[in-house]
């Protein structure tokens, strides 16, 4: 671990919240991510669990769970969100087309931000909705940086492979075109947490035969920015210098 508290039991915890702040994980793979012993890791997971900081998907795999959403609303801290309005709205105006942002919940994907193109043909995700992790350029940015292991299970169904995550993690971004939906496009990139983990996908999306047929070259410059924006909101503040008393300065007699 990176850091220690002091409190052996609270690190191993956050180190298993950490290692699912990627997606979902087998116990096996929960083990190798954390370097835990494996009834040490089953023991956490399964108490943290109870307190509903973690969960289980369909296949039994172990993935964060809806408490921490929960206290993220009531400290009204979740800085994605409260940044949110303001780089969506700039990305909409910038190339004229739809905005969204995407959190990982599980096998789902759901939107919690959005600016919506204000005229014409556009493609409007409401806040809330969940997708599937199986289609569309933001799914692919939340699984191209995830773990190999997973990547075997989550590409089943996907309609995207391995060598289409390769190439958006060598481009640090990810286009689609009819993908998720006949007829739609959509440009996407990665935010990145405190700890460079992959947190959310930033996205533009509109019919298709407005983006032509390389999504990527008309957007992919506006939305890398905007996803380095969100990243950097995200980042800690500096702690100013702090003043060293008057009285603790050397004075010469």
Do not use: N
Not at 215 to 231: I, K, N, W
Request: one cysteine or more; aromatic letters at 2%.
């Amino acid at each position: 671990m990176d850091k220690s508290s002091g409190v052996g039991v609270l690190d191993k915890a956050v180190h298993v919240l950490s290692a699912l702040e990627a997606g979902p994980a087998s116990l096996a793979q929960l083990v190798a991510l954390t370097g835990l012993a494996r009834p040490t890791a089953h023991r956490l997971a399964v108490a943290l669990e109870h307190h509903r900081l973690v969960a289980r998907d369909l296949q039994g795999r172990f993935v964060l769970g809806d408490r921490h959403a929960e206290l993220a609303a009531a400290a009204g801290e979740d800085r994605l969100v409260a940044v949110a309005g303001p780089l969506l709205t700039a990305l909409r105006d910038t190339t004229g087309e739809s905005a969204q942002l995407y959190r990982r919940h599980g096998e789902h994907r759901v939107c919690i931000a959005a600016a919506d193109r204000l005229h014409g043909l556009r493609d409007t995700v409401p806040v809330g909705a969940s997708m599937t992790m199986a289609a569309g350029s933001a799914a692919q940015v939340l699984l191209a940086w995830d773990d190999p292991e997973r990547l075997s299970v989550e590409l089943l169904g996907a309609r995207f492979d391995a060598a289409t995550l390769s190439g958006v993690r060598r481009r640090g971004w990810a286009h689609s075109s009819g993908e998720r939906e006949p007829g739609l496009a959509s440009v996407s990139a990665p935010v990145r947490g405190p700890s460079g983990r992959v947190v959310a996908a930033v996205s533009v999306s509109g019919p298709a035969e407005r983006f032509g047929r390389h999504p990527g070259r008309r957007h992919a410059d506006a939305v890398l920015a905007t996803a380095e924006s969100f990243t950097a909101a995200l980042r800690p503040a500096e702690l100013p210098a702090q003043a060293v008393p008057p009285d603790a300065r050397g004075v010469d007699a």
